[in-house]
Protein backbone atom coordinates (compact mmCIF):
# COMPACT_ATOMS: atom_id res chain seq x y z
CA UNK A 1 0.00 0.00 0.00
CA UNK A 2 1.60 3.13 -1.21
CA UNK A 3 0.95 6.80 1.11
CA UNK A 4 0.86 9.46 -0.59
CA UNK A 5 2.41 12.91 1.49
CA UNK A 6 1.38 15.94 1.97
CA UNK A 7 3.28 18.86 1.82
CA UNK A 8 3.99 20.57 5.31
CA UNK A 9 1.75 24.16 4.88
CA UNK A 10 4.11 27.33 4.15
CA UNK A 11 5.53 29.05 7.10
CA UNK A 12 3.91 31.91 8.23
CA UNK A 13 6.34 35.11 7.61
CA UNK A 14 7.77 36.31 11.08
CA UNK A 15 6.29 39.62 12.33
CA UNK A 16 8.29 42.38 11.54
CA UNK A 17 6.29 45.19 12.19
CA UNK A 18 4.70 46.14 15.59
CA UNK A 19 2.03 48.56 16.48
CA UNK A 20 2.01 49.96 19.40
CA UNK A 21 -0.77 52.07 20.97
CA UNK A 22 0.16 54.72 23.36
CA UNK A 23 -1.63 57.13 25.75
CA UNK A 24 -1.40 60.52 26.75
CA UNK A 25 0.81 59.29 29.51
CA UNK A 26 3.30 57.94 27.36
CA UNK A 27 6.22 55.86 27.81
CA UNK A 28 4.95 55.47 31.38
CA UNK A 29 1.54 53.40 30.23
CA UNK A 30 3.14 50.78 27.96
CA UNK A 31 4.76 47.60 29.62
CA UNK A 32 8.35 45.73 28.73
CA UNK A 33 7.56 43.76 25.40
CA UNK A 34 5.85 47.08 23.51
CA UNK A 35 8.94 49.45 24.88
CA UNK A 36 11.51 47.22 23.80
CA UNK A 37 9.64 46.60 20.07
CA UNK A 38 10.53 50.64 19.93
CA UNK A 39 13.75 50.39 21.02
CA UNK A 40 14.49 47.81 18.63
CA UNK A 41 12.61 49.05 15.88
CA UNK A 42 14.91 50.55 12.43
CA UNK A 43 12.75 52.65 11.61
CA UNK A 44 9.48 54.39 14.00
CA UNK A 45 6.28 55.66 12.36
CA UNK A 46 3.78 57.72 14.11
CA UNK A 47 2.18 61.40 14.24
CA UNK A 48 4.46 63.84 15.76
CA UNK A 49 2.97 63.86 19.54
CA UNK A 50 3.31 60.03 19.23
CA UNK A 51 7.35 60.32 18.49
CA UNK A 52 7.60 62.90 21.65
CA UNK A 53 5.70 60.55 23.89
CA UNK A 54 8.33 57.61 22.96
CA UNK A 55 10.98 59.63 22.02
CA UNK A 56 13.24 58.45 25.16
CA UNK A 57 12.80 54.62 23.63
CA UNK A 58 13.28 55.20 19.79
CA UNK A 59 16.42 54.13 18.73
CA UNK A 60 16.15 54.51 14.86
CA UNK A 61 14.55 56.53 12.18
CA UNK A 62 11.88 58.67 13.00
CA UNK A 63 8.72 59.01 10.46
CA UNK A 64 5.96 61.60 11.44
CA UNK A 65 3.00 61.06 9.05
CA UNK A 66 2.88 62.57 5.59
CA UNK A 67 0.05 64.06 3.50
CA UNK A 68 -1.62 62.46 2.26
CA UNK A 69 -1.25 59.48 4.69
CA UNK A 70 -1.04 56.98 1.69
CA UNK A 71 2.36 57.72 1.41
CA UNK A 72 3.21 56.68 4.77
CA UNK A 73 1.25 53.51 4.13
CA UNK A 74 3.76 53.09 1.18
CA UNK A 75 7.09 53.56 3.68
CA UNK A 76 5.80 51.25 6.02
CA UNK A 77 5.07 48.67 3.24
CA UNK A 78 8.47 49.36 1.69
CA UNK A 79 10.20 48.48 4.83
CA UNK A 80 8.82 45.01 4.71
CA UNK A 81 11.26 42.81 6.73
CA UNK A 82 13.09 44.82 8.38
CA UNK A 83 12.22 45.75 12.46
CA UNK A 84 9.34 48.20 12.34
CA UNK A 85 7.47 50.08 14.73
CA UNK A 86 4.39 52.14 14.19
CA UNK A 87 3.02 54.49 17.22
CA UNK A 88 -1.04 54.76 17.02
CA UNK A 89 -3.87 56.43 19.96
CA UNK A 90 -5.33 53.89 22.07
CA UNK A 91 -6.75 51.12 20.59
CA UNK A 92 -4.90 50.84 17.08
CA UNK A 93 -8.03 48.98 15.78
CA UNK A 94 -11.04 51.20 16.85
CA UNK A 95 -10.98 53.84 14.28
CA UNK A 96 -7.17 53.50 14.72
CA UNK A 97 -4.02 52.97 12.08
CA UNK A 98 -4.33 48.88 12.78
CA UNK A 99 -7.52 48.77 10.84
CA UNK A 100 -5.69 50.65 7.92
CA UNK A 101 -2.65 48.74 8.00
CA UNK A 102 -4.57 45.30 7.96
CA UNK A 103 -5.94 45.95 4.27
CA UNK A 104 -2.55 45.78 3.45
CA UNK A 105 -0.46 43.85 5.43
CA UNK A 106 -0.99 39.73 6.89
CA UNK A 107 -2.22 40.15 10.39
CA UNK A 108 1.14 37.47 10.67
CA UNK A 109 3.37 39.69 9.64
CA UNK A 110 2.50 42.14 13.00
CA UNK A 111 2.18 42.16 16.27
CA UNK A 112 0.05 44.68 18.84
CA UNK A 113 -0.06 45.95 22.05
CA UNK A 114 -3.27 48.23 22.16
CA UNK A 115 -4.05 50.92 24.70
CA UNK A 116 -7.15 51.76 26.34
CA UNK A 117 -9.17 53.95 23.54
CA UNK A 118 -10.35 57.06 24.42
CA UNK A 119 -13.75 56.09 24.81
CA UNK A 120 -12.38 53.74 27.21
CA UNK A 121 -10.86 55.62 29.06
CA UNK A 122 -14.01 58.30 29.09
CA UNK A 123 -16.24 55.81 30.41
CA UNK A 124 -13.88 55.26 33.31
CA UNK A 125 -14.12 59.20 34.00
CA UNK A 126 -17.63 59.37 34.13
CA UNK A 127 -18.80 55.58 35.47
CA UNK A 128 -20.61 54.84 32.19
CA UNK A 129 -21.41 51.72 30.59
CA UNK A 130 -19.29 51.45 26.82
CA UNK A 131 -21.75 48.97 25.71
CA UNK A 132 -24.54 51.00 26.65
CA UNK A 133 -22.89 54.18 25.04
CA UNK A 134 -22.80 55.34 21.46
CA UNK A 135 -19.15 55.75 19.91
CA UNK A 136 -19.10 58.03 17.54
CA UNK A 137 -15.76 59.24 15.53
CA UNK A 138 -16.08 62.84 14.30
CA UNK A 139 -12.07 62.77 13.60
CA UNK A 140 -11.96 63.78 10.16
CA UNK A 141 -15.77 63.32 9.76
CA UNK A 142 -18.65 65.33 9.29
CA UNK A 143 -20.05 66.29 12.92
CA UNK A 144 -23.78 65.91 11.16
CA UNK A 145 -23.17 61.54 11.78
CA UNK A 146 -23.66 62.08 15.55
CA UNK A 147 -27.45 63.38 14.25
CA UNK A 148 -29.42 59.84 14.23
CA UNK A 149 -27.73 59.25 17.78
CA UNK A 150 -29.87 61.73 19.41
CA UNK A 151 -32.52 60.51 21.21
CA UNK A 152 -33.87 60.98 24.70
CA UNK A 153 -32.22 59.48 27.60
CA UNK A 154 -29.45 58.32 25.14
CA UNK A 155 -25.51 58.85 26.18
CA UNK A 156 -23.12 59.29 23.45
CA UNK A 157 -19.27 59.44 22.87
CA UNK A 158 -18.08 61.66 20.17
CA UNK A 159 -14.19 61.81 19.50
CA UNK A 160 -14.32 65.40 17.62
CA UNK A 161 -11.09 66.45 15.24
CA UNK A 162 -9.70 70.16 17.32
CA UNK A 163 -10.37 72.17 20.02
CA UNK A 164 -13.34 73.87 18.21
CA UNK A 165 -14.92 70.12 18.15
CA UNK A 166 -16.97 70.75 21.23
CA UNK A 167 -18.37 74.08 20.86
CA UNK A 168 -19.61 72.88 17.26
CA UNK A 169 -21.13 69.83 18.74
CA UNK A 170 -23.01 72.11 21.32
CA UNK A 171 -23.93 74.37 18.62
CA UNK A 172 -25.27 71.61 16.82
CA UNK A 173 -27.48 69.97 20.09
CA UNK A 174 -29.02 73.54 20.20
CA UNK A 175 -29.91 73.98 16.66
CA UNK A 176 -31.83 70.35 16.85
CA UNK A 177 -33.77 71.41 19.70
CA UNK A 178 -31.38 69.09 22.27
CA UNK A 179 -29.95 72.50 24.05
CA UNK A 180 -30.78 71.08 27.69
CA UNK A 181 -28.53 68.43 27.12
CA UNK A 182 -25.10 68.22 29.26
CA UNK A 183 -22.10 67.92 27.57
CA UNK A 184 -18.79 66.91 29.64
CA UNK A 185 -15.77 67.57 27.58
CA UNK A 186 -13.06 65.21 28.71
CA UNK A 187 -9.74 66.75 27.55
CA UNK A 188 -6.23 64.86 26.82
CA UNK A 189 -7.35 62.26 29.14
CA UNK A 190 -4.39 60.14 30.98
CA UNK A 191 -1.79 62.70 30.34
CA UNK A 192 -0.92 65.34 32.58
CA UNK A 193 -3.21 67.92 31.11
CA UNK A 194 -6.10 65.77 31.59
CA UNK A 195 -9.36 68.21 32.32
CA UNK A 196 -12.90 67.16 32.85
CA UNK A 197 -15.63 69.81 32.35
CA UNK A 198 -19.38 69.71 32.33
CA UNK A 199 -21.40 72.15 30.24
CA UNK A 200 -24.98 72.44 29.66
CA UNK A 201 -24.90 72.56 25.56
CA UNK A 202 -27.14 75.80 25.55
CA UNK A 203 -25.06 77.67 28.19
CA UNK A 204 -21.47 75.94 26.49
CA UNK A 205 -18.79 78.59 27.03
CA UNK A 206 -15.80 76.58 27.01
CA UNK A 207 -13.43 78.69 25.17
CA UNK A 208 -9.66 76.84 24.91
CA UNK A 209 -10.17 73.22 24.93
CA UNK A 210 -7.09 70.48 24.34
CA UNK A 211 -7.16 69.83 20.75
CA UNK A 212 -7.09 66.19 22.56
CA UNK A 213 -10.93 65.87 23.14
CA UNK A 214 -13.96 63.25 23.57
CA UNK A 215 -17.45 64.72 24.38
CA UNK A 216 -19.94 62.45 26.24
CA UNK A 217 -23.19 64.09 25.77
CA UNK A 218 -26.48 63.32 27.60
CA UNK A 219 -29.35 63.56 25.47
CA UNK A 220 -32.16 65.97 26.78
CA UNK A 221 -34.75 66.84 24.16
CA UNK A 222 -36.43 70.37 23.91
CA UNK A 223 -39.85 71.16 22.84
CA UNK A 224 -39.71 70.58 18.98
CA UNK A 225 -36.62 68.31 18.64
CA UNK A 226 -36.01 66.79 15.78
CA UNK A 227 -35.42 62.73 16.69
CA UNK A 228 -35.19 60.70 14.02
CA UNK A 229 -37.17 57.32 14.86
CA UNK A 230 -35.66 54.19 14.01
CA UNK A 231 -38.78 52.79 12.16
CA UNK A 232 -38.34 53.17 7.90
CA UNK A 233 -41.25 55.25 6.99
CA UNK A 234 -40.22 58.72 8.43
CA UNK A 235 -42.12 61.54 8.63
CA UNK A 236 -42.49 63.13 5.21
CA UNK A 237 -42.02 66.88 7.64
CA UNK A 238 -39.00 66.15 8.23
CA UNK A 239 -37.53 65.79 5.39
CA UNK A 240 -36.88 69.04 2.68
CA UNK A 241 -38.89 68.59 -0.32
CA UNK A 242 -40.53 69.67 -3.37
CA UNK A 243 -43.66 67.79 -3.50
CA UNK A 244 -40.89 65.05 -5.05
CA UNK A 245 -40.83 62.42 -2.39
CA UNK A 246 -41.52 59.01 -1.39
CA UNK A 247 -44.31 59.68 0.82
CA UNK A 248 -44.13 57.85 4.35
CA UNK A 249 -46.08 54.48 4.31
CA UNK A 250 -44.95 53.57 0.61
CA UNK A 251 -41.46 54.73 1.54
CA UNK A 252 -41.98 52.19 4.64
CA UNK A 253 -43.69 49.31 2.09
CA UNK A 254 -40.58 50.05 -0.44
CA UNK A 255 -37.22 49.42 1.80
CA UNK A 256 -39.43 46.76 3.14
CA UNK A 257 -38.89 44.99 -0.28
CA UNK A 258 -35.57 46.46 -0.84
CA UNK A 259 -34.45 44.51 2.20
CA UNK A 260 -31.11 45.91 3.18
CA UNK A 261 -28.82 43.72 4.21
CA UNK A 262 -24.84 44.19 5.97
CA UNK A 263 -22.71 46.23 3.65
CA UNK A 264 -24.97 46.76 0.63
CA UNK A 265 -24.94 49.41 -1.84
CA UNK A 266 -27.97 51.26 -3.08
CA UNK A 267 -29.18 52.93 -6.43
CA UNK A 268 -31.50 55.33 -5.71
CA UNK A 269 -32.55 56.30 -9.54
CA UNK A 270 -34.79 59.74 -9.53
CA UNK A 271 -34.21 60.17 -6.19
CA UNK A 272 -36.23 63.45 -5.77
CA UNK A 273 -35.93 64.22 -2.24
CA UNK A 274 -33.59 61.54 -1.81
CA UNK A 275 -35.57 60.01 0.94
CA UNK A 276 -35.02 56.55 -0.17
CA UNK A 277 -31.33 56.30 0.04
CA UNK A 278 -31.54 58.32 3.29
CA UNK A 279 -33.39 55.61 4.91
CA UNK A 280 -31.60 53.14 3.26
CA UNK A 281 -28.73 54.50 5.12
CA UNK A 282 -29.93 55.21 8.82
CA UNK A 283 -30.67 51.51 8.34
CA UNK A 284 -26.98 50.53 9.39
CA UNK A 285 -23.89 52.43 9.62
CA UNK A 286 -22.71 49.59 6.81
CA UNK A 287 -24.93 50.63 4.01
CA UNK A 288 -23.91 52.97 1.48
CA UNK A 289 -26.35 54.86 -1.50
CA UNK A 290 -25.93 57.02 -4.71
CA UNK A 291 -29.02 58.93 -5.37
CA UNK A 292 -28.92 59.76 -8.92
CA UNK A 293 -31.39 63.07 -9.76
CA UNK A 294 -31.11 65.17 -13.16
CA UNK A 295 -32.63 68.16 -11.43
CA UNK A 296 -29.76 70.59 -9.88
CA UNK A 297 -32.00 72.51 -7.18
CA UNK A 298 -33.24 68.33 -5.78
CA UNK A 299 -29.70 67.52 -5.96
CA UNK A 300 -28.81 70.14 -3.88
CA UNK A 301 -31.94 69.20 -1.47
CA UNK A 302 -30.65 65.73 -0.98
CA UNK A 303 -27.04 66.97 -0.02
CA UNK A 304 -29.11 69.02 2.04
CA UNK A 305 -31.12 66.50 3.54
CA UNK A 306 -28.59 64.07 4.01
CA UNK A 307 -26.51 65.94 6.24
CA UNK A 308 -29.83 66.65 8.24
CA UNK A 309 -30.24 62.97 8.67
CA UNK A 310 -26.96 62.18 9.72
CA UNK A 311 -26.40 60.47 6.59
CA UNK A 312 -23.57 62.75 4.53
CA UNK A 313 -21.83 60.24 2.91
CA UNK A 314 -24.61 59.80 0.29
CA UNK A 315 -23.51 60.48 -2.89
CA UNK A 316 -25.06 62.22 -4.78
CA UNK A 317 -24.80 61.85 -8.94
CA UNK A 318 -26.17 64.82 -10.90
CA UNK A 319 -27.22 63.84 -14.40
CA UNK A 320 -29.96 61.45 -15.31
CA UNK A 321 -30.55 57.88 -16.26
CA UNK A 322 -29.46 55.65 -17.88
CA UNK A 323 -26.56 57.82 -18.68
CA UNK A 324 -25.51 59.06 -15.32
CA UNK A 325 -25.59 55.23 -14.16
CA UNK A 326 -22.32 54.50 -16.36
CA UNK A 327 -19.47 53.79 -14.33
CA UNK A 328 -21.04 53.49 -11.43
CA UNK A 329 -20.07 50.97 -8.31
CA UNK A 330 -22.78 47.37 -9.21
CA UNK A 331 -25.16 47.89 -6.43
CA UNK A 332 -27.17 45.27 -4.43
CA UNK A 333 -30.14 46.71 -4.90
CA UNK A 334 -32.01 49.31 -6.75
CA UNK A 335 -34.76 51.81 -6.74
CA UNK A 336 -36.67 53.35 -9.75
CA UNK A 337 -38.61 56.32 -8.22
CA UNK A 338 -38.56 58.55 -11.20
CA UNK A 339 -37.84 58.47 -14.99
CA UNK A 340 -38.25 54.93 -15.09
CA UNK A 341 -40.54 54.93 -18.18
CA UNK A 342 -37.41 56.64 -19.94
CA UNK A 343 -36.31 55.00 -22.52
CA UNK A 344 -33.75 52.59 -21.49
CA UNK A 345 -33.54 53.49 -17.62
CA UNK A 346 -34.93 49.86 -16.17
CA UNK A 347 -32.85 47.74 -19.01
CA UNK A 348 -29.63 49.66 -17.86
CA UNK A 349 -30.42 49.47 -14.03
CA UNK A 350 -30.95 45.35 -14.83
CA UNK A 351 -27.78 45.22 -16.39
CA UNK A 352 -25.97 47.09 -13.61
CA UNK A 353 -27.28 44.96 -10.66
CA UNK A 354 -25.65 42.88 -9.21
CA UNK A 355 -26.40 38.94 -9.39
CA UNK A 356 -28.76 38.02 -6.87
CA UNK A 357 -29.48 42.01 -6.55
CA UNK A 358 -32.80 43.27 -5.74
CA UNK A 359 -35.00 45.94 -8.11
CA UNK A 360 -37.65 47.62 -6.66
CA UNK A 361 -40.08 49.65 -8.85
CA UNK A 362 -42.83 52.32 -7.83
CA UNK A 363 -45.03 53.58 -10.56
CA UNK A 364 -48.16 55.91 -9.88
CA UNK A 365 -48.64 57.22 -13.80
CA UNK A 366 -50.46 54.60 -16.41
CA UNK A 367 -46.97 55.19 -18.45
CA UNK A 368 -44.73 53.80 -15.92
CA UNK A 369 -47.32 51.10 -15.14
CA UNK A 370 -47.29 49.98 -18.17
CA UNK A 371 -43.22 49.22 -18.54
CA UNK A 372 -44.09 47.59 -15.01
CA UNK A 373 -46.57 45.18 -16.38
CA UNK A 374 -44.16 44.28 -19.26
CA UNK A 375 -40.76 43.95 -17.20
CA UNK A 376 -43.21 41.57 -14.67
CA UNK A 377 -44.47 39.72 -17.88
CA UNK A 378 -40.78 38.80 -18.99
CA UNK A 379 -38.83 38.23 -16.27
CA UNK A 380 -41.34 37.64 -13.33
CA UNK A 381 -40.99 38.97 -10.23
CA UNK A 382 -44.00 40.09 -7.72
CA UNK A 383 -46.64 43.04 -8.49
CA UNK A 384 -48.69 45.05 -5.64
CA UNK A 385 -50.69 47.99 -5.91
CA UNK A 386 -50.49 49.73 -2.86
CA UNK A 387 -53.49 52.18 -1.85
CA UNK A 388 -54.05 54.85 0.73
CA UNK A 389 -56.77 56.84 2.20
CA UNK A 390 -55.94 59.40 4.59
CA UNK A 391 -58.66 61.08 6.84
CA UNK A 392 -59.34 64.85 6.11
CA UNK A 393 -62.08 67.49 6.70
CA UNK A 394 -65.42 67.21 4.47
CA UNK A 395 -66.79 70.31 5.24
CA UNK A 396 -68.00 70.00 9.14
CA UNK A 397 -67.10 66.37 9.13
CA UNK A 398 -64.36 64.11 7.93
CA UNK A 399 -64.08 61.38 5.18
CA UNK A 400 -61.49 59.33 3.26
CA UNK A 401 -59.12 61.29 0.91
CA UNK A 402 -57.55 58.38 -1.45
CA UNK A 403 -54.00 59.41 -2.71
CA UNK A 404 -52.39 58.02 -6.17
CA UNK A 405 -52.10 54.28 -5.75
CA UNK A 406 -48.63 53.03 -6.85
CA UNK A 407 -47.98 49.86 -8.42
CA UNK A 408 -44.72 48.28 -6.94
CA UNK A 409 -42.42 45.37 -9.07
CA UNK A 410 -40.37 44.07 -7.35
CA UNK A 411 -38.02 41.36 -9.00
CA UNK A 412 -34.49 39.74 -8.06
CA UNK A 413 -31.86 38.75 -10.18
CA UNK A 414 -30.99 35.46 -10.75
CA UNK A 415 -27.60 34.13 -9.47
CA UNK A 416 -26.71 32.50 -12.91
CA UNK A 417 -27.98 34.07 -15.81
CA UNK A 418 -29.76 32.55 -18.23
CA UNK A 419 -29.04 34.45 -21.09
CA UNK A 420 -31.75 36.43 -20.92
Known sequence: MRLLSTPDPAPLPAPWLTIVGIGEDGLAGLGDEAKAAIAGAEMVFGGARHLELADAAIRGERHAWLSPFERSMEAVLAARGRPVAVLASGDPFFHGVGVTLCRRIARAEMRVFPAPSSFSLAASRLGWALQDTACVSLHG??????????HPGSRIFALTSDSDGPAELAALLVESGFGAS???????????????SSHRAD????ADADMLNVCAVEVMAGEGARILPYTPGLDDGLFEHDGQITKREVRALTLSALAPRHGELLWDIGAGSGSIGIEWMLADPSLRAIAIEG????AARIRRNARGFGVPGLSVVDGTAPEALAGLAAPDAIFIGGGGSEAGVIEAALAGLKLGGRLVANAVTTEMEAVLLAHHARLGGSLIRIDIARAAPVGQMTGWR???PVTQWCWVKPAQQTGE
Open 141 to 150: RPIDLIRAHL
Open 295 to 298: HPER
Open 182 to 196: RLTVLEALGGARERV
Open 203 to 206: RFAL
Open 402 to 404: PAM
